[in-house]
């Protein structure tokens, strides 16, 4: 056993307050599997912010690594710390938005939990802040004194500039960094956008810079993206596919949601893989139409259920029986889909040249009822 009691014996952490005040900043820390770095980030902010009432909320997805117990640890101790756990939900974005929140500081930092983000700048956004001239401060790895450092690996610095010049070219959003996930803001302007923002995805600062259409007055600090101390980044390709998805839907002007053009994707894919499938049925495995068109179909649809679950509904992913459960109800809603779709392409294929354009059209019929359905049944809240 080690000598000096560790936090997760004491539950308390050197240097962090143990009084509650009143708190001028809150610091919005998003977590998912950060139990080791939560300490260590807690300790640092201590430091940090020793001269500021501050509080410090922990939005944790119910990490299985245990976060949520060694955070409600400090807690306990250290009034300082609050807790919020949110179940079966997932996204970055979306922590954030309910972080900030739960604050009733006039002013709220957003700051990953993993020692990339150096909190040494907090208290000069603080400063930026307090004069009244700016809304927001953004820590920018992308003007002079900035730099990504080591934080990036070469492809992740190249998709990063890639996703920089579309967010100013499709959005004319004007930050160096707009992907920057450190950032501190004036809660009331936070508060006041929060109903426009995506709760899905990474892309918080972009969102909020264009959902206020200019009115924010924005000042951009430099800061130098450190590697990760414990644990792996959770950005990946679907976390990519959302960013594309929330440009789109942004760009569109919120006409359509990010989930109804990711659905749409989803729903185009099908139709490619239906057509696949039948094209096999017909030609390799030589089944009459009806046959073929209704095998079709269900292929479509599985790939479909698959992806709708990765990526369209996400936050509500089904894992194990409910997936199973899901993709029973979403076959059998889709069934009264696929009759529709049969009898559209049967009437098409009265010529069986054009049997491209009754698939297609049969399939068309197929997607717009498992929208409808599955939104209402399979993934409903
Ligand atoms: N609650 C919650 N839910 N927190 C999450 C989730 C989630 O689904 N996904 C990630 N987080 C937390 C992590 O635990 C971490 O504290 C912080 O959000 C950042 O996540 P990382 O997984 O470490 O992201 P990264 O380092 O790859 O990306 C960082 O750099 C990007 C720019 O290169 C982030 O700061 C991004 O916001 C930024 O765009
Ligand atoms: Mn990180």
């Given at each position: 056993?080690?000598?000096?009691?560790?936090?997760?014996?004491?539950?308390?952490v050197p240097g962090l307050p143990v009084e509650a005040r009143a708190a001028e900043l809150t610091v919005i820390l998003p977590t998912f599997n950060e139990a080791r770095n939560i300490?260590?980030?807690?300790?640092?902010?201590?430091?940090?912010?020793?001269?500021?009432?501050?509080?410090?909320?922990?939005?944790?997805?119910?990490?299985?690594?245990?976060?949520?117990?060694?955070?409600?640890?400090?807690?306990?101790?250290?009034?300082?710390?609050?807790v919020i756990r949110r179940v079966g939900r997932r996204g970055l974005s979306g922590a954030c938005i309910e972080g900030m929140l739960s604050s009733s500081a006039p002013f709220v930092a957003?700051?990953?939990?993993?020692?990339?983000?150096d909190e040494t700048l907090l208290p000069?956004?603080?400063?930026?802040?307090?004069?009244?001239?700016?809304?927001?401060?953004?820590?920018?790895?992308?003007v002079e004194g900035g730099s990504s450092g080591t934080g990036l690996s070469s492809i992740r610095a190249w998709g990063s500039g890639i996703a920089n010049?579309?967010?100013?070219?499709l959005l004319h959003v004007?930050?160096?960094?707009?992907?920057?996930?450190?950032?501190?803001?004036?809660?009331?302007?936070?508060?006041?956008?929060?109903?426009?923002?995506?709760?899905?995805?990474?892309?918080?600062?972009?969102?909020?810079?264009?959902?206020?259409?200019?009115?924010?007055?924005?000042?951009?600090?430099?800061?130098?993206?450190?590697?990760?101390?414990?644990?792996?980044?959770?950005?990946?390709?679907?976390?990519?596919l959302d960013y594309f998805g929330l440009l789109l839907a942004k760009y569109f002007g919120n006409i359509v949601s990010v989930r109804f053009l990711m659905f749409g994707l989803v729903g185009a894919s099908g139709l490619v893989v239906h057509l696949i499938a039948l094209r096999l049925f017909l030609v390799v495995g030589g089944l009459e139409f009806n046959?073929?068109?209704?095998?079709?179909s269900f292929v479509a649809m599985t790939s479909n259920f698959f992806l709708n679950n990765q990526l369209t509904y996400r936050d509500r992913r089904l894992h194990g029986l409910n997936a199973l459960i899901g993709l029973l109800t979403f076959y059998a809603v889709c069934s009264v889909g696929v009759l529709a779709n049969v009898g559209v392409a049967n009437l098409i294929y009265l010529d069986p040249s054009y049997w491209w354009f009754a698939g297609a059209a049969g399939a068309i019929m197929g997607a717009v009822w498992n929208y409808a359905a599955s939104?209402?049944?399979?993934?409903?809240?």
């Amino acid at each position: 056993a080690p000598l000096i009691p560790t936090y997760e014996e004491t539950g308390s952490v050197p240097g962090l307050p143990v009084e509650a005040r009143a708190a001028e900043l809150t610091v919005i820390l998003p977590t998912f599997n950060e139990a080791r770095n939560i300490p260590v980030v807690l300790e640092r902010l201590a430091v940090a912010l020793d001269a500021v009432a501050w509080e410090a909320v922990i939005v944790d997805d119910n990490s299985p690594d245990g976060t949520t117990e060694v955070a409600r640890a400090i807690a306990a101790n250290h009034p300082t710390v609050r807790v919020i756990r949110r179940v079966g939900r997932r996204g970055l974005s979306g922590a954030c938005i309910e972080g900030m929140l739960s604050s009733s500081a006039p002013f709220v930092a957003v700051m990953d939990a993993d020692l990339q983000h150096d909190e040494t700048l907090l208290p000069k956004m603080l400063a930026e802040l307090r004069t009244g001239q700016t809304d927001l401060v953004v820590a920018s790895r992308n003007v002079e004194g900035g730099s990504s450092g080591t934080g990036l690996s070469s492809i992740r610095a190249w998709g990063s500039g890639i996703a920089n010049t579309l967010a100013k070219k499709l959005l004319h959003v004007d930050l160096t960094d707009p992907m920057s996930g450190f950032f501190m803001v004036r809660r009331e302007k936070a508060e006041e956008l929060a109903p426009k923002l995506s709760a899905q995805g990474f892309k918080i600062l972009l969102d909020l810079v264009s959902s206020a259409k200019g009115a924010l007055r924005i000042k951009e600090l430099p800061f130098t993206f450190k590697e990760r101390l414990h644990g792996e980044s959770k950005l990946d390709t679907l976390v990519t596919l959302d960013y594309f998805g929330l440009l789109l839907a942004k760009y569109f002007g919120n006409i359509v949601s990010v989930r109804f053009l990711m659905f749409g994707l989803v729903g185009a894919s099908g139709l490619v893989v239906h057509l696949i499938a039948l094209r096999l049925f017909l030609v390799v495995g030589g089944l009459e139409f009806n046959l073929a068109q209704t095998g079709a179909s269900f292929v479509a649809m599985t790939s479909n259920f698959f992806l709708n679950n990765q990526l369209t509904y996400r936050d509500r992913r089904l894992h194990g029986l409910n997936a199973l459960i899901g993709l029973l109800t979403f076959y059998a809603v889709c069934s009264v889909g696929v009759l529709a779709n049969v009898g559209v392409a049967n009437l098409i294929y009265l010529d069986p040249s054009y049997w491209w354009f009754a698939g297609a059209a049969g399939a068309i019929m197929g997607a717009v009822w498992n929208y409808a359905a599955s939104s209402a049944l399979t993934w409903r809240k």
